[in-house]
């Protein structure tokens, strides 16, 4: 079965400064890989995606992630963080013979300092 | 556009009580998934539904009960609620294979006294 794991449940950066979220997954086969992203007092929303091709997905906000099969991770970055991209996190994973079963990690809480 | 509609935004029960949840979507979406939502913990698959009386177990799946009589419709039932119990329930849709988008309602926060 499928697993994810975020290993940083919070992770505070200064605005400006580069961020990576970590996210590695558990699965013998190729899967598809999400980010979502929930704002205070929103509901969850996908970043981005990946289901094959290149391995470097770009998403919303100037956010992308690697896949990187060798290592089984999906991390997420971003170039230069903004004030409003404090927030919660979750990579998400669904594949295999189930793949409607779609399942998050614990999700990291994201607080840039102004 | 559409949207996922959860009812009620917030439920207080007491200790043993059976509390439903209802889900609606207008995406005219195939499969509906219910997670929980507990600090630190992330998101928790309970159940989810394929197609309109399709149900299948998540991880989380003891102690609650579903039903999707209606393509457009996925509710849960906590069979007895526990004393203390604080959790957020979400509801969601995609259209169509799992390398879609997941859509989500803004959630039911449940509240055992």
């Known amino acids: 079965a499928q697993s994810v794991t975020q290993p940083d449940a919070r992770v505070t950066v200064s605005e400006g400064a580069s961020l990576q979220l970590r996210c590695k997954y558990s699965y013998s086969g190729t899967p598809y890989l999400f980010w979502y992203v929930q704002y205070p007092r929103q509901g969850l929303q996908l970043l981005l995606k990946y289901y094959s091709g290149d391995p470097v997905v770009q998403g919303v906000n100037g956010f992308e992630a690697e896949f990187i099969k060798s290592n089984s991770s999906f991390h997420l970055r971003k170039a230069s963080v903004h004030w409003s991209d404090s927030a919660v996190y979750f990579c998400a994973v669904s594949a295999g013979t189930n793949a409607y079963k779609v399942i998050f990690g614990k999700g990291t809480h994201l607080h840039v300092l102004p | 556009g559409g949207i996922i509609t959860q009812t009620p935004k917030f439920l207080i029960g007491q200790e043993g009580q059976k509390l439903t949840l209802k889900c609606q979507q207008n995406?005219?979406?195939?499969?509906m998934y219910w997670y929980r939502q507990d600090s630190g913990k992330g998101l928790r698959l309970i159940y989810y539904?394929?197609?309109?009386?399709?149900?299948q177990k998540g991880d989380l799946s003891e102690g609650y009960d579903a039903s999707r009589e209606k393509k457009s419709s996925f509710s849960l039932t906590v069979t007895s609620a526990q004393k203390n119990e604080m959790a957020v329930f979400l509801c969601a849709s995609i259209a169509g294979s799992s390398a879609e988008t997941l859509y989500f309602g803004s959630g039911t926060r449940l509240t055992v006294l």
């Open positions: 539904s394929i197609t309109e009386n399709d149900l």
């Open positions: 995406f005219n979406h195939d499969t």
